[in-house]
């Protein structure tokens, strides 16, 4: 097989991806978007994509390399970075005869100097390189993987990485491996859950953890081997097999080439890997063969000790083993590794442990050497604790955080460590910085600031003043970025400023601690060198810190930094669209050639004039560093969905619009999704919305209720140009709590009253739909443009894409009778109830998700009898979101429709007013399954809908005296229940 240039742009673009998810290695995103921003158009990327797939070419002659101009000018240029993995203070009380006169605890960071010994390298190399080892993984990454078994966790390679050597497909997602979060958690959570599980049945049971010591510097990798392999797998396919030798070939230069650079300075800091070429930090390809480095122990593991678990996350080892016996051992460690682990764990000289592969030892972390033993005739109190703990913290990641908005940084940034009883003050040995939870803390202020008006800028940035003092403000460096984006954020440049020039000063007092005992000149000026590189790599890291942040401003704002460099890296990832995504206002709007800022969302919903501006820009689709939801597609089309004509509405996946979204790159799940229009009733037009989504099909579906108080301040707000909407923390929480609460109940469809959510919240409720797999019907604020108020009823419904990608479609609907109380709060501040500009008829649909046909409805639309009932014998379930004060005057009309249309119905009405119940077509006394009004606090009300029992009943031509369900009304269509 002969490479071309379409290969390599794949390439690029699976290698752009990878970065882009990647929060640590900024000097290779920005290298990237530089290489991008440099070919700033699609024909010259392309010829540059030629280019090297040309060299590849020439570089077959393995005899010749040589002659390979370009191939050797790029590994020339490999260099490297040094970034610290431990930062200390030069202070007197930290060595051992200073502890031994007491402990002295203070909350000083800031010092005359600070030490760093242990530090990791990262590969500085041309973006040619990269892409020859991005080529790598998807042509010999496969041949590794299919030999690495299911126990290994960490780097775990995609299904579209997988199979990009035999399937091509320019829509799908571009990602080399599998999410990070998702393979961790298992991985842990799965061995604590298996030893809980033996634990409670009586069982002995022991959980040994081990983490190796430095991994990628002590790998001795023989490429030849590797080479073995893949002509055993490609045997059958020659084109094949001659691509992947000669890209495992090319690799090989690539690794010796970074080798040779780092080998005169590992001695200084790695000396226990003397002779050991590594894995370089910063190629994919490390991953890969990082995890198929060990596969054989894998296997040894499983053959010889035959655990009830076994997992490994790259170097980490989680073993579980039930009925074991200690007995009464002095040293148990010890005792259970040569019973267990005899000959696969070694001894070291030492007394350490350490993994053998072939001729090669890996070394054990000592301190990372844990056994966990639990006696069936004992307390399992902390195995039950660890694995609580092990819950909260999974619920963390996958509830809205709302807890660290009106604490201070301190309460999350510090843990107090103890030894002895927590009541004691003499029992505190020392306070520890806890970045996991401060990562979370600025986070959580991100989001809130970026969502609402909240005015304590200033305080949470003295926080950070005080917390991020020196020792602390270069240790969490990880971190820089997270805290211009706070900055940027709430608009602080000032602060911007102070802090970036306050890490330089620290950085500038950084000495470097060499491992080796020798004095030589050699070995001092080496010494010299590293601790210059880790200042020019920390700086840069700052740079590329504020750079990156930078480049979501407005452009003309760009330039006001002193350093022009910063200045250059905004440009460049903004271009090159390797901006934080999760930072831009509304959806899709960094794929445009928008100057303004990317945070401010009013760029996108102040005027028809703003919207008509932003047109998507094909070239940042096709090279799109991640992959592209079609609920962004359509929240960015809302103006011509609904706006223009809310007929496009229902032609989301007709030709027109398939056909532009294809263009651009944007794939439509149609495969899941089917519009169909019904015809008309009184001249009232009907579709049909079928979702296919066998993941979550049920017989039974869980309705969630919102208990909330739509304050009609809040509804006057919105509309009036004097005002603007109430955009509080205070409201947030609120929302927050509704929809964690909905996640708690494992509820399939959460549904808020009329005007409840603001508009600029609208990218986030459907985002928050399609990550959590929850559907959410809701009425919207008013949306005002050009003096029209729009009243629109949204819904979100989520779904497996061919039953693995989570993606989510967003119906949105204008109001098609505005209440006389709405027009009046309308026409008193000059505005005009909002239309559809070229609207000829009514639109309502039905969908038909998980299982249940339901239509919704908006609040004053019900009172149309003949709006009403044009789905009768059609849907299982009515939904009207209502904002309404004449709760009686509801009461009938459901009460009414629960009857005349055999269906479930439900009501979602503001708290104040109450109403917001769920009927079902039973006698009288059971047709309430759930009815609330009122209460101070939100909450939500939750119950089930058994769909499949109504449909029996509504199919057949009579009730027998044990149906609950009352008659079918007159006219009713048995046959029709089929369809459903």
């Not at 009172?863 to 004060?885: G, M, P, Q, T």
Request: aromatic share 12%.
């Amino acid at each position: 097989m002969k490479l071309n240039k379409n290969n390599v742009k794949q390439a690029f673009l699976y290698l752009k991806n990878y970065i882009y998810y990647d929060n640590l290695n900024l000097f290779l995103k920005q290298n990237i978007a530089e290489f991008e921003s440099t070919n700033c158009t699609n024909d010259k990327l392309e010829s540059k994509f030629e280019e090297i797939a040309e060299e590849i070419v020439t570089c077959a002659n393995f005899d010749n390399l040589n002659e390979c101009n370009r191939f050797q000018t790029w590994l020339n240029q490999i260099d490297f970075y040094i970034l610290p993995k431990q930062i200390e203070s030069f202070s007197s009380n930290e060595n051992s005869e200073e502890k031994e006169k007491g402990l002295f605890i203070c909350n000083v960071r800031e010092k005359e100097s600070y030490k760093v010994s242990k530090i990791n390298y990262f590969i500085k190399a041309p973006v040619a390189l990269h892409i020859i080892d991005t080529l790598w993984c998807l042509y010999v990454g496969p041949v590794l993987e299919s030999m690495i078994n299911k126990d290994n966790y960490g780097n775990r390679m995609s299904a579209s990485a997988l199979q990009y050597r035999n399937i091509f497909n320019i829509y799908s997602e571009k990602n080399l491996f599998i999410p990070y979060i998702k393979k961790y958690t298992k991985w842990r959570d799965q061995a604590v859950q298996t030893a809980t599980e033996i634990s409670e049945k009586k069982e002995n049971v022991a959980i040994l953890s081990l983490d190796l010591t430095s991994y990628f510097y002590h790998i001795n990798l023989d490429f030849n081997k590797i080479n073995s392999i893949i002509e055993s797998f490609y045997e059958e396919d020659k084109k094949l097999l001659n691509l992947a030798i000669k890209l495992n070939f090319l690799l090989e230069k690539i690794y010796n080439k970074y080798y040779e650079q780092t080998k005169p300075f590992l001695r200084q800091t790695h000396l226990d890997c003397k002779g050991k070429k590594g894995l370089p930090i910063g190629l994919a390809s490390s991953a890969i063969i990082g995890n198929w480095y060990l596969s054989d122990f894998d296997q040894a593991i499983s053959e010889t000790v035959n655990p009830v678990y076994y997992g490994r996350y790259v170097d980490d080892i989680l073993i579980v083993i039930k009925n074991i016996n200690l007995g009464s051992s002095t040293n148990p460690i010890n005792t259970f590794i040569d019973k267990y682990f005899k000959e696969i764990l070694y001894k070291t000289e030492k007394g350490d442990y350490s993994i053998r592969i072939e001729e090669n030892e890996l070394p054990i972390q000592k301190d990372k050497l844990i056994l966990q033993f639990y006696d069936k005739d004992y307390s399992r109190a902390g195995l039950e604790i660890f694995k609580k703990e092990l819950d909260e913290r999974s619920s963390a990641f996958k509830f809205l955080p709302s807890e660290h908005i009106n604490k201070e940084l301190e309460q999350f940034a510090y843990d107090v460590l103890y030894n002895g009883s927590t009541n004691k003050l003499r029992s505190i040995v020392g306070i520890a910085e806890n970045d996991t939870e401060l990562a979370k803390y600025l986070a959580s202020h991100i989001m809130a600031h970026r969502l609402c008006k909240i005015d304590d800028g200033n305080k949470i940035l003295n926080q950070i003043k005080l917390f991020f003092k020196g020792k602390n403000a270069l240790q969490f460096f990880r971190l820089w970025e997270k805290i211009f984006q706070y900055a940027i954020i709430i608009k602080k440049d000032s602060f911007t400023e102070f802090f970036y020039n306050y890490i330089n000063k620290e950085i500038s007092k950084i000495k470097f601690k060499s491992k080796s005992k020798s004095k030589s000149k050699k070995d001092t000026f080496l010494a010299k060198q590293i601790e210059e590189k880790i200042k020019d790599s920390m700086r840069k890291f700052n740079k590329l810190s504020l750079g990156i942040t930078a480049g979501l401003k407005k452009i003309d704002n760009m330039n006001q930094y002193p350093d022009l460099v910063i200045s250059e890296y905004a440009h460049q990832f903004r271009k090159a669209n390797l901006v934080r995504h999760h930072l831009v206002a509304w959806p899709l709007l960094n794929y445009t050639d928008c100057q303004d800022d990317l945070t401010d969302e009013k760029n996108y919903l102040i005027s028809f004039e703003n919207l008509n501006k932003q047109n998507i820009n094909s070239y940042k689709v096709e090279y799109s560093p991640r992959f592209i939801h079609f609920d962004e597609w359509q929240l960015f089309n809302l103006k011509k969905i609904i706006f223009e004509d809310e007929n496009q509405m229902y032609k989301w996946i007709t030709d027109e619009l398939s056909s532009e979204s294809k263009n651009l790159h944007i794939p439509i799940p149609s495969k899941n999704i089917k519009m169909e229009e019904e015809g008309d009733i009184n001249n009232i037009k009907k579709y049909k919305l079928t979702i296919s989504d066998n993941y979550n099909k049920s017989d039974k579906i869980c309705i969630a209720i919102a208990n909330i108080n739509i304050d009609q301040s809040d509804i006057y707000s919105a509309i009036r140009k004097d005002k603007t909407p109430n955009l509080s923390f205070d409201r947030q929480e609120k929302l927050y709590f509704l929809l964690n609460s909905a996640l708690k109940e494992k509820a399939d469809i959460l549904i808020l009253p009329e005007v409840s959510i603001p508009v600029s919240w609208l990218p986030f409720m459907v985002s928050f739909s399609r990550r959590h797999q929850i559907g959410l019907i809701f009425g919207l604020e008013h949306w005002v443009l050009d003096n029209r108020a729009y009243n629109l009823l949204i819904e979100t419904l989520p779904f497996r894409n061919s039953d693995q990608y989570k993606t989510c479609i967003m119906t949105a609907r204008i109001k098609n009778h505005y209440a006389p109380a709405e027009l009046d709060c309308i026409k008193n501040v000059r505005l005009i109830a909002g239309k559809p500009k070229s609207a000829s008829k009514v639109f309502y649909h039905k969908v038909l998700w998980r299982g249940v046909a339901f239509a919704t409805y908006n609040c004053f639309e019900l009172s149309d009898i003949n709006h009403r009932v044009i789905f009768k014998s059609e849907i299982d379930l009515l939904i009207a979101c209502v904002w309404n004060k004449d709760t009686n005057y509801y009461q009938h009309i459901l009460e009414s429709t629960v009857r005349d249309l055999h269906c479930y119905t439900v009501q979602a009405n503001t708290s104040q007013y109450g109403g917001s119940c769920v009927l079902r077509p039973t006698r009288t006394e059971n047709k309430t399954m759930l009815y609330v009004k009122g209460g101070d606090n939100v909450c939500i009300l939750t119950t089930h809908l058994d769909v499949k029992k109504l449909r029996e009943f509504q199919y057949k031509n009579k009730p027998s005296s044990e149906d609950e369900f009352k008659h079918l009304p007159p006219g009713y269509d048995c046959e029709g229940v089929l369809s459903r």
